[in-house]
């Protein structure tokens, strides 16, 4: 052991400056960040690696430089075919000797990668795990020079998770035959039992497991309850135009309703749900990647892998079904540290269809146990008055740390989310709960919150003369309260447990366990006060600036073009446009509007094979710009 430790040591410092200078001459980047620089030492020194950092944390660089510094070909294995295409176009941009290997090729390209493979022509080749398990290709890896393997989305190997992937199970044999060979697993998914499982399946007990930060300081969280989704959702865009996001939904009728909606009114969306023929499902999401200002609707069988890093928002429509999937979820926004926003609508409704799915579903009792109580602890994150960082990053076991501060002081908060920037009231709601209990009760506890709210209010429906309603003592006892008052009281009794909603789903509400003393007098009630927000705005007044991509009027007119002339390599290419440059990079270039390919070379995100590229193009744009 002691040995061991000595003789990395030596290795780091020798190959400290190495995977910097690497870093700097091949991707343009002037510094490691957080545990990357930790992470690639210990892989170049021949350790195995488990690595844990959010979307947008530079996973990718943690296999990628270490591939570069090694003897040999790393070996990539990713779920995702549709994506390595892009990948490795990205890194042929840079100069990187990259190929994939997927079902994608016709039979002559794969032997010619094969080939290259075995000619030792490789920097990285990306492949697909039902591919690289395949006795031909292991074969071929046999007589091969090995960097590394890097297991991307290291989670699919998860049964707990929604990506599991029988495949993933198998690649444990990558360290019986190539036991030398070090490997890395990589993830972005947060809980702990995904994480000891993913250790366990891939063996990877003695490998060191890197655990970063989960915070993704540049999103900005918010939650609003829906009383008039679209409308909502239209405030939400408006505070977005003409930028990149995805809006999610829950199902793939509302997927193509919003989709279609969103187009009469203009804005640039499109579909995607796993029922659409593959094609269309394949050319929506080119488009997404490679168009700027695409919204793409979508169930959540669109998202894993998509590593666009521009994408600026991250919409619900409708209420996830856990906290790790918010999180996955919205993580994909703002992945180039820019400020991006998460936005999620809810209501009692999703509450009930949640629980329905649950309750209906085919899974083990076991599973739907687990199902209700990841359920209940996404219910309690919308309706809590805290800090929605500190909350999220809580339920990951992870107590927030502000960006650049030594340690967590208890409370801390973030700033960057709705709680935060309009600070929410609570109110003494023993009163009305009271009333909503008892007419829960007296209504025979069978009836859903549209109708209790009816008879509290005093309605004349027709419901209500059938049932009598309108004879009972709770009858026209809430006209206090309006109805979207009641709405909330009412979800908010739901997720604190005073109220259940039945198990057959239909939405009826009866009374919790916790419900008699609060009937009897004996407890109180605090609700949260529903704030009036505009989605898309933590508060009062116009925050458009700091949800997008900060760049200075005076430095327009130069950003714009440089957009334009991205967006013709792109295509001239078949590309996408962030593969060319992030847009913070032509943000830097429009402020800085360099002269000479030296001082462009100062611009952050331009490596050296860029600058061979398109540093002259740049220049002739910034030029005529004057
Ligand atoms: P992940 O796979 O963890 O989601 P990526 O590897 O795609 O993240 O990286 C996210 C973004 O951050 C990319 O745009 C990448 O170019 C950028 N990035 C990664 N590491 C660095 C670094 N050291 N300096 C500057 N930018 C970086
Ligand atoms: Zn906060």
């Known amino acids: ?77 990713s779920p995702l075919i549709a994506l390595m295409q892009d990948q490795v176009e990205a890194l042929r941009q840079l100069g990187v000797r990259a190929a994939y290997l997927n079902s994608t090729l016709d039979a002559e390209t794969a032997r ?104 993704r300081p540049n999103i900005r969280y918010s939650v609003a309850h829906k009383d008039n989704p679209r409308r909502q959702l239209v405030d939400f865009l408006a505070s977005h135009a003409g930028e990149s996001g995805i809006v999610y939904c829950l199902s793939r009728r509302k997927v193509e309703e919003t989709a279609e909606f969103l187009a009469g009114r203009g804005i640039a969306a499109l579909p995607y749900h796993a029922g659409l023929p593959a094609d269309v499902r394949a050319e929506n999401q080119r488009r997404f990647l490679r168009e700027d200002g695409i919204v793409m609707c979508a169930t959540i069988a669109f998202g894993m892998g998509i590593d666009k890093p521009d994408v600026r928002f991250v ?49 083990s009792e076991e599973r739907k146990a687990l199902e209700r109580r990841k359920l209940d602890q996404l219910l309690g994150y919308c309706e809590s008055a805290m800090c929605r960082r500190q909350a999220l990053l809580a339920a990951f076991g992870e107590t927030y740390v502000p960006v650049g501060a030594a340690e967590a002081a208890p409370g801390q908060r973030c700033g960057n989310c709705d709680n935060c920037l309009q600070p929410v ?9 009271r009333k909503a209990l008892s007419c829960a009760y007296r209504t025979g506890q069978r009836f859903g919150a549209a109708h209790l ?16 309603h309108n004879e009972l003592s709770t009858y026209g006892i809430g006209t206090d309260l309006d109805a979207n008052a ?15 909603v039945d198990a057959e789903g239909h939405g009826s509400l009866r009374l919790g366990a916790a419900a008699r003393p609060v009937l009897r007098g004996e407890s109180a009630v605090h609700l949260r006060e529903e704030p009036v927000r505009k989605p898309g705005r933590g508060g009062a007044g116009e925050r458009r600036s700091e949800s997008t991509l900060h760049v ?18 792109a295509r001239e290419q078949n590309v996408p446009a962030y593969v060319i440059f992030h847009d913070r990079t032509l943000r830097d270039i429009a402020q800085l509007r360099p002269a000479s390919i030296s001082e462009l070379a100062r611009v952050g995100g331009i490596g050296g094979g860029k600058l061979g590229r398109y540093g002259e193009g740049v220049l002739d744009v910034v030029r005529e710009q004057g």
Not at 192 to 208: C, F, K, N, S, V
Not at 486 to 494: A, E
């Open 486 to 500: 009641w709405r909330s009281v009412f979800r908010q009794l739901v997720v604190s447990g005073l109220l259940e």
């Open 552 to 569: 200075d009027a005076s430095d327009r007119p130069l950003f714009d073009a440089l957009r334009a002339w991205r967006g013709q390599m």
């Open 425 to 433: 009231r609570t109110w003494d709601a023993t009163e009305a709960a």
């Open 1 to 77: 052991m002691q040995e061991y430790e000595h003789t990395t040591r030596i290795a780091d410092a020798a190959q400290a400056d190495d995977a910097l200078a690497l870093l700097r001459r091949v991707f343009g980047y002037d510094a490691f960040r957080g545990q990357q620089q930790a992470i690639v030492d210990h892989v170049v020194a021949g350790g195995d690696a488990l690595v844990l950092m959010p979307t947008g944390g530079g996973k990718s660089l943690c296999y990628q430089v270490p591939a570069l510094l090694r003897e040999g070909t790393g070996l990539v294995v």
């Open 315 to 363: 919409a619900h429509m409708d209420l996830p079904k856990s906290i790790e999937g918010y999180y996955q979820e919205t993580g994909r926004a703002g992945r180039d540290g820019e400020p991006a926003e998460a936005w999620m609508g809810y209501g009692l409704g999703d509450v009930v269809l949640l629980r329905q799915m649950i309750e209906q579903g085919e899974a």
């Open 453 to 468: 709210i009816d008879v509290l209010r005093g309605a004349d429906t027709e419901k209500v003369r059938q049932f009598r």
């Open 112 to 215: 010619q990668v094969e080939r290259d493979l075995l000619d030792g022509q490789l920097d990285l080749l990306y492949v697909a795990p039902e591919r690289l398990l395949t006795a031909r290709f292991l074969s071929l890896l046999e007589r091969s020079a090995i960097a590394l393997f890097a297991i991307d989305e290291a989670h699919c190997v998860s049964q707990w998770g929604h990506d599991f992937r029988p495949e993933y199970r198998e690649l444990a044999v990558l360290h019986e035959r190539w036991p030398e060979v070090p490997r890395i697993a990589l993830t972005a998914t947060a809980d702990p039992p995904t994480r000891r499982e993913i250790a366990e399946r891939l063996a990877l007990g003695d490998a060191q497991c890197f655990l970063s930060s989960f915070d």
